[in-house]
Every structure is written in structure tokens, then in C-alpha cells.
């Protein structure tokens, strides 16, 4: 005989409106409705078989007169092995026609744990190993002359000479800005048009050499980045995969 108290996890003396609060929460929780896409197919038909479960003990325990009647055969039947009435009912896994249902939360809870733990380690790993990537590319920027602020794998690096050229470019920009009545827009790029002044006349700037020199080590510094990304998406990809057999299995 199936315990439809412990089902909604309350007490064989519990008042109506005890038994209609735990089953609206349990219903919520376990309703099918809320599983995410690409949920295993083991996991969707626990829910769906807990749900009907659900619903069966509250169309019992919510009519007054199927629940003297249950509450009688019950005590029947468990007459000289009645448990404490003050102990909350311990939750049931069981399929609608009341049998175990071979799905063990603990089981589940746990390899969460283990799972999640491993996603933590892939993350931390990966990062580590990227901002390995990026602290050497600033100690080989800084070798070959590069400041350290300027030492860093999103730096646009660009010679005097480039300087000068965006300056004339941002410059001209700016002129027709303003002949086309966007006089704000002509205002920013007069602006930036002399910041690229300033940087090519009055800062030191870098040589050709070290612009090309840095360049190439930011590349190549971005390359080996993107091959961290690339590992890591892949090992959480497997991770998932295994998330999911390891559910249809417990």
C-alpha cells in the first residue's frame, strides 16, 4: 500500500491546508514542465512518474471521505508497526504503480558534486594556463623595449609614422563632419586627432622594429589563447556528455 503521507512529505495528522501547502510546493518542484532541454530521458520519467505520484496522494488525502477510508486501511495494515506520528515522513521514490524506482537522489546529489568540482578544476586549470600565456608575452614585450602598461596582448601597437597618418585621417574625417552638420561627431575625431598628434610629436614612441616585433608575439600569444579556449570548451563539452551518462546510469 502506498504511503501517500510520506509522499507529500507530511504527518499522518497534518490539517488540510498543511497537506495543500506541501503539495503545491512539491508539485511546483517536480512539475515536468520545468525541466531544461536535453534533460536524460531517465531523469524526465522520474519527475513525470513523481508528479503523477503527486497528484494521486493529494485526490486521496484532500477529500475528507477517501482519506478516512485510506487513513482506515492504512492503520489496518500497519497495526503493531506504527512509527512515530511526530516524525516527518521520510520522502518515497517510488513509480506510479508502486514499485522502487531504481533513481537514487543521493547517488545524484553526489555525482553532481563530483561533477561540478571537475568543471571548477577544468576552469581554474585553463586559466591558469592563459594567463601563463599573457605574463610571458609582457616579460618578452618589455625585453624588447615595450612599457608595461603598453605590455599587453589588446595593445594596438603603430610607429611614429603611423601616428602621424591617422592623424591626418581622423583630422580630415573631422573637417567633413563638421561641413556635414555633425558637429559632435567632427569634435571626437578632431580630438582623437590630436591625441594621435600628441603620442607622434612629443611621446618617444616605438620604433618599426619593436612594432613588428610586438606584433608577432601578440599573435602568437592570441593563437596559443585560442588553442586554451578551443581545449577547454572541448573537455567541458566531455564533461556534459558524461554528466548525462552518469545520470542514466544511477
Excluded at 536535453?38 to 471521505?65: C, H, M, N, W
Excluded at 515522513?89 to 513509480?95: E, W
Excluded at 616579460?139 to 603611423?162: P, Q
Amino acid at each position: 500500500m502506498k504511503d501517500f503521507y510520506s509522499e507529500l512529505e507530511v504527518k499522518p495528522d497534518a490539517t488540510s491546508e498543511e497537506i495543500k501547502e506541501s503539495y503545491r510546493r512539491l508539485a511546483k518542484e517536480y512539475h515536468p514542465d520545468r525541466l531544461p532541454p536535453g534533460t536524460p530521458e531517465k531523469a524526465r520519467r522520474y519527475i513525470e512518474e513523481k508528479f503523477k505520484s503527486l497528484q494521486e496522494a493529494y485526490s486521496v488525502l484532500s477529500d475528507p471521505v477517501k482519506r478516512k477510508a485510506y487513513d482506515s486501511q492504512r492503520l489496518s495494515q500497519t497495526k503493531g508497526n506504527e512509527r512515530d506520528l511526530g516524525l516527518k515522513a521520510k520522502p518515497s521514490y517510488s513509480t506510479q504503480d508502486g514499485s522502487t524506482w531504481p533513481f537514487d537522489p543521493d547517488k545524484i546529489q553526489k555525482a553532481a558534486e563530483e561533477i561540478e568540482l571537475r568543471r571548477r578544476r577544468i576552469e581554474t586549470n585553463y586559466n591558469q594556463k592563459i594567463e601563463q600565456v599573457k605574463s610571458e608575452l609582457k616579460r618578452n614585450l618589455i625585453l624588447i623595449g615595450i612599457k608595461e602598461e603598453d605590455a599587453r596582448v589588446d595593445y594596438t601597437f603603430l610607429t611614429r609614422d603611423e601616428n602621424i597618418q591617422s592623424c591626418f585621417v581622423f583630422l580630415f574625417l573631422g573637417l567633413l563632419a563638421f561641413l556635414g552638420g555633425w558637429g559632435w561627431i567632427g569634435a571626437i575625431l578632431v580630438l582623437i586627432a590630436l591625441v594621435s598628434a600628441w603620442s607622434a610629436f612629443f611621446e618617444s614612441g616605438y620604433s618599426k622594429e619593436q612594432v613588428e616585433k610586438a606584433k608577432s608575439l601578440q599573435e602568437r600569444a592570441k593563437s596559443e589563447i585560442e588553442l586554451r579556449e578551443k581545449e577547454k570548451s572541448s573537455e567541458l563539452s566531455q564533461l556534459t556528455l558524461y554528466c548525462r551518462s552518469r545520470i542514466d546510469y544511477l
